[in-house]
Nanobody, 115 residues
Framework: VQLVESGGGLVQPGGSLRLSCVASGFTFSRYGMSWYRQAPGKERESVAHITPAGGRTNYADSVKGRFTISRDNAKNTVYLQMNSLKPEDTAVYYC?????????WGQGTQVTVSS
């Protein structure tokens, strides 16, 4: 199982970024996928989740209305569109797959929101 995130970077408050996570090593379309984040000195927290077919999503209250999770099962890819970014969104963002064998994580991608 491999999860590879990309798309992080430095952005000004109010800006946007789109994160991508390409998955391999398992049947992507059978599993829900999630994005988590971890800010310095804080615990890792769930940001968004999407069901296997993409029909249902849920979000942390802190990102509702600003972030959108989506997936393309033909490309084995899950996305996180982040709009109206705030300094408190600064964190390392991780892609997660919860499989029968256990939880799998990507290496993370840094998102920094600063002027």
């Amino acid at each position: 199982v491999q999860l590879v995130e990309s798309g992080g970077g430095l952005v000004q408050p109010g800006g946007s970024l789109r994160l991508s996570c390409v998955a391999s090593g398992f049947t992507f379309s059978r599993y829900g996928m999630s994005w988590y984040r971890q800010a310095p000195g804080k615990e890792r927290e769930s940001v968004a989740h999407i069901t296997p077919a993409g029909g249902r999503t849920n979000y942390a209250d802190s990102v509702k209305g600003r972030f959108t999770i989506s997936r393309d099962n033909a490309k084995n890819t899950v996305y996180l569109q982040m709009n109206s970014l705030k300094p408190e969104d600064t964190a390392v963002y991780y892609c997660n797959a919860r499989l029968v064998a256990g939880d799998y994580w990507g290496q993370g991608t840094q998102v920094t929101v600063s002027s």
